[in-house]
């Protein structure tokens, strides 16, 4: 299968080198730093954007938010070939999808989401989860692909609206950027009270209020690690997208904007910089008590 890859940072980069591995693949970058490296890497890479869409059977795009990829598809849209697929990987804004989706519709291209599950090492090690939507027929031919980048059994195709699967993937984020807010608040009240931060983690994951950022993401916390692969500006960014559709559809959102406040200050203390737990980083620094060993 001929492959574009438009979007080569930290999970775009891995998408592209194991894709190539088995399929005629052909990247692009606009920053050249991050062109280059993939090239030294052995990864074919283009001129243009224009270039991969006219070489590509499918073209996947691995971008960081949703101004990139509506940017990207609006300066392309009019180079796809009708029967084309466009197959979005990135982790977007669902009201942007149904937009670009209908142009693309328009111009007889089909199109796929298949947001992420897994950080940068999952993608180098081939263990993605991905939550997949888009016409079953379209579906069945980028399958394939995603399965050499998937972890055994995940791909999980939830239906054919693409703008589902990005809906899906920012409520997951939502609940988890909330489970941030909410361990590190009870993980500070146990400090407080002497309770050794890593048995305090252990006996919370044992017990009811237990979940996946406990068990398995806040040990990063525990060993000072904020997690650099995303930008605390991205949180925000899709935080803020989920609250504006709370508004368009009347739906409460009183706990959320305060975990949206909470890493609102988070960006505001620390910049736009990488740490997906930069607001539990805050939550220490206000309570005085480090919770890293």
């Not at 960014?237 to 975990?259: C, G, H, K, N």
């Amino acid at each position: 299968m001929r492959i574009g890859v438009v979007g080569l940072g930290v999970m775009g980069a891995p998408v592209a080198a194991t894709l190539a591995g088995a399929h005629e693949v052909l990247a692009y970058d606009i920053d050249r730093g991050r062109a280059e490296a993939a090239a030294a890497s052995g990864i074919p890479v283009a001129r243009s954007m224009k270039e991969v869409v006219r070489a590509s059977e499918v073209m996947i795009t691995v971008l960081p938010g949703p101004g990139e990829t509506a940017t990207v598809m609006d300066a392309v849209e009019h180079r796809f070939t009708a029967g084309s697929i466009w197959l979005d990987l990135s982790t977007g804004d669902p009201r942007v999808t149904r937009r670009v989706v209908e142009r693309m519709h328009e111009a007889g291209v089909a199109c796929v989401t298949a947001t992420m599950a897994g950080g940068p090492a999952a993608a180098r090690a081939r263990e993605l989860l991905f939550t997949v939507a888009g016409a079953v027929e379209t579906v069945q031919r980028i399958t394939p692909p995603l399965e050499l980048l998937a972890a055994p059994g995940g791909v999980d195709v939830i239906g054919t609206d693409p703008a589902e699967a990005q809906t899906v993937k920012l409520l997951s984020n939502l609940l988890w950027f909330g489970q941030v807010v909410a361990v590190t608040e009870a993980m500070l009240l146990g400090r407080a009270t002497g309770i050794e931060p890593a048995r305090l983690q252990e006996l919370l994951a044992a017990r009811a209020g237990s979940s996946v950022m406990l068990e398995r993401d806040y040990g990063a916390v525990l060993r000072g690690d904020y997690m650099g692969a995303f930008g605390i500006d991205r949180v925000v960014e899709q935080i803020a997208t989920m609250r504006a559709m709370a508004a368009d559809f009347a739906v409460p959102f009183e706990l959320s904007s305060v975990v949206a406040r909470v890493h609102e200050e988070a960006l505001a203390a620390y910049g736009p910089v990488a740490g997906e737990l930069l607001a539990a980083k805050l939550l220490e620094e206000r309570s005085g008590r480090p919770l890293a060993r």
